[in-house]
RNA sequence: GUGGGUAUAGCUCAGUUGGUUAGAGCGUCGGAUUGUGGUUCCGAAGGCCGUGGGUUCGAGACCCAUUACCCACCCCA
């Protein structure tokens, strides 16, 4: 009978044991990280009832969420975590305290075509703060330096954050007459660095008709060398110019108060990000040395986060990071620490006798140790159990054969070194605490 | 949704204007070494050449279709 060919489907990441200890552990340190700066985790359901997850309508969205019937129920799978917050915040706005910090890392779905660094499931991990009613600046200046120090802690050197206001943008394009197209100008505004000049104006005269000599000038404020300046000579002209104005350099003098070292963001009037939802400051995150990647995590601040659910005013502010494709980039760029402790175990037990409690025993007391241990009982030859330690990386072996057991003893064999003794159990456990806490196990990228 | 490319062993890929029995490296398994892995040496297994049709005396190579995957655009993490 011939066999079903397994595969997985395009768009989906599956790691082999060693990577997803790799993955894993970037994840917990991203969850270390959001927890010091005070958010709560959440988690909410992969599926929702599409009328919730459709509520904005049109666009995008609607052509890439998987959708799907179960008898008569109409279902999606979420497409962010910022639509499921949305309608959590909502409906549990009597029981939660505001501002409300929350922080969730979960898969995410989107039926688009899969290509490089493009997947149609993926990791976000997300951090917001709701407000209610109301949610001080000093918040979209916070969410960017806790990106600072959770990169950071992930071993992430080379990487800058971008920092721009919607309110400039719209300020700028209300002052060339293109409010009512102010979206599609944004997203032309935003390929800048990946067109050039030259397709933008071109752009921007020709689709949207703007004179030559305004498009001009208005990428001449966009390119300075120093945005904040440039923008200065347009006060007076536009109030939402003005307060956007404002606004960016409050955020840039509390990051600066946050601990942001000023070689890590820079204010970039250029990116607007796509979601039409943000209305103020928005981020987006780049790797210095691999600028074609594009960006590793993005957000902003919106004004009304739940409007679709509820009458409240909601206004908050957050960022998402890319996990599977920030993942997916280290992996391709060899920039995963290799010295990272991936191995399942510290120690694996290797019994020579038919009788196998004396390891059983033994394995009970390097757990009690907090020694992380396998037992290695099968019907093996003793050169492929050894063997088993070396693939898994397993950095201890222990040997117990008539001789040790006999002795009331174990020969303990650190696999690196090659280097092997007999002891007593408690000296084992002494000998491996002590070889594990030498080991440094460092961060999870290098860079 | 639009445009281009690829499909040969578990993986990465060779395979001459169409010609007898389809190769390599890595991996896997066995042996050298019955209580010592990783290195080395020797050996073995493993392919309906994505699927269906066509051209031909003859197709892994050529043609058509189909499916899957990859790359790019759109959009985005």
């Given at each position: 009978?011939?066999?079903?060919?397994?595969?997985?489907?395009?768009?989906?990441?599956?790691?082999?044991?060693?990577?997803?200890?790799?993955?894993?552990?970037?994840?917990?340190?991203?969850?270390?990280?959001?927890?010091?700066?005070?958010?709560?985790?959440?988690?909410?359901?992969?599926?929702?009832?599409?009328?919730?997850?459709?509520?904005?309508?049109?666009?995008?969205?609607?052509?890439?969420?998987?959708?799907?019937?179960?008898?008569?129920?109409?279902?999606?799978?979420?497409?962010?975590?910022?639509?499921?917050?949305?309608?959590?915040?909502?409906?549990?706005?009597?029981?939660?305290?505001?501002?409300?910090?929350?922080?969730?890392?979960?898969?995410?779905?989107?039926?688009?075509?899969?290509?490089?660094?493009?997947?149609?499931?993926?990791?976000?991990?997300?951090?917001?703060?709701?407000?209610?009613?109301?949610?001080?600046?000093?918040?979209?200046?916070?969410?960017?330096?806790?990106?600072?120090?959770?990169?950071?802690?992930?071993?992430?050197?080379?990487?800058?954050?971008?920092?721009?206001?919607?309110?400039?943008?719209?300020?700028?394009?209300?002052?060339?007459?293109?409010?009512?197209?102010?979206?599609?100008?944004?997203?032309?505004?935003?390929?800048?660095?990946?067109?050039?000049?030259?397709?933008?104006?071109?752009?921007?005269?020709?689709?949207?008709?703007?004179?030559?000599?305004?498009?001009?000038?208005?990428?001449?404020?966009?390119?300075?060398?120093?945005?904040?300046?440039?923008?200065?000579?347009?006060?007076?002209?536009?109030?939402?110019?003005?307060?956007?104005?404002?606004?960016?350099?409050?955020?840039?003098?509390?990051?600066?108060?946050?601990?942001?070292?000023?070689?890590?963001?820079?204010?970039?009037?250029?990116?607007?990000?796509?979601?039409?939802?943000?209305?103020?400051?928005?981020?987006?995150?780049?790797?210095?040395?691999?600028?074609?990647?594009?960006?590793?995590?993005?957000?902003?601040?919106?004004?009304?986060?739940?409007?679709?659910?509820?009458?409240?005013?909601?206004?908050?502010?957050?960022?998402?990071?890319?996990?599977?494709?920030?993942?997916?980039?280290?992996?391709?760029?060899?920039?995963?620490?290799?010295?990272?402790?991936?191995?399942?175990a510290d120690a694996l037990i290797?019994?020579?006798?038919?009788?196998?409690?004396?390891?059983?025993?033994l394995a009970?007391?390097l757990r009690?140790?907090?020694i992380r241990t396998q037992?290695?009982?099968?019907?093996?030859?003793?050169?492929?159990?050894?063997?088993?330690a070396?693939?898994?990386?397993i950095p201890y072996a222990l040997?117990?054969?008539?001789?040790?057991?006999?002795?009331?003893?174990?020969?303990v064999?650190?696999?690196?070194?090659?280097?092997?003794?007999?002891?007593?159990?408690?000296?084992a456990i002494?000998?491996i605490?002590?070889?594990l806490?030498?080991?440094?196990?460092?961060?999870?990228?290098?860079?």
């Amino acid at each position: 009978m011939s066999k079903l060919k397994p595969h997985t489907l395009s768009g989906f990441m599956e790691l082999l044991p060693a990577r997803q200890a790799q993955f894993d552990r970037m994840v917990e340190i991203l969850r270390q990280s959001y927890s010091l700066y005070g958010f709560t985790p959440l988690d909410t359901p992969l599926i929702e009832a599409s009328e919730v997850l459709l509520a904005k309508g049109g666009g995008e969205t609607e052509k890439q969420i998987y959708r799907f019937t179960k008898g008569e129920t109409d279902l999606s799978l979420r497409f962010d975590l910022t639509v499921p917050l949305a309608k959590y915040v909502a409906l549990n706005y009597g029981q939660l305290t505001f501002p409300f910090r929350r922080f969730q890392i979960g898969k995410v779905y989107r039926g688009e075509r899969a290509q490089r660094g493009r997947f149609r499931e993926f990791y976000q991990a997300d951090i917001d703060v709701i407000g209610d009613g109301a949610l001080d600046i000093s918040n979209e200046a916070e969410i960017p330096s806790i990106i600072y120090q959770t990169f950071t802690a992930l071993g992430l050197t080379h990487f800058k954050i971008r920092v721009n206001n919607r309110k400039v943008l719209n300020g700028l394009f209300d002052l060339l007459g293109l409010r009512e197209q102010s979206a599609d100008v944004m997203r032309t505004v935003d390929k800048l660095e990946k067109i050039g000049r030259e397709k933008v104006i071109e752009t921007l005269t020709g689709e949207f008709g703007v004179s030559p000599s305004a498009a001009d000038s208005l990428l001449d404020t966009l390119e300075a060398a120093d945005p904040i300046t440039a923008l200065n000579a347009y006060r007076g002209q536009n109030e939402l110019l003005d307060a956007g104005i404002t606004e960016l350099t409050t955020v840039v003098n509390y990051m600066e108060a946050f601990g942001v070292p000023a070689d890590h963001f820079t204010v970039d009037i250029t990116i607007a990000r796509g979601l039409d939802y943000y209305t103020g400051t928005v981020y987006e995150t780049v790797m210095t040395e691999h600028p074609e990647i594009g960006s590793i995590c993005s957000g902003g601040r919106y004004d009304n986060l739940a409007e679709y659910y509820t009458d409240k005013q909601l206004p908050g502010v957050g960022i998402s990071i890319g996990l599977t494709r920030l993942f997916f980039v280290l992996e391709d760029q060899e920039m995963l620490n290799g010295e990272l402790l991936t191995s399942p175990a510290d120690a694996l037990i290797l019994p020579m006798t038919d009788d196998l409690a004396p390891a059983i025993t033994l394995a009970t007391a390097l757990r009690g140790a907090g020694i992380r241990t396998q037992i290695h009982g099968e019907q093996k030859k003793f050169k492929q159990k050894l063997s088993y330690a070396d693939k898994l990386a397993i950095p201890y072996a222990l040997l117990l054969g008539e001789d040790e057991i006999a002795a009331g003893k174990v020969s303990v064999k650190e696999l690196a070194s090659g280097t092997q003794s007999t002891v007593a159990a408690e000296e084992a456990i002494a000998l491996i605490t002590a070889g594990l806490a030498r080991r440094n196990t460092g961060k999870p990228i290098r860079d």
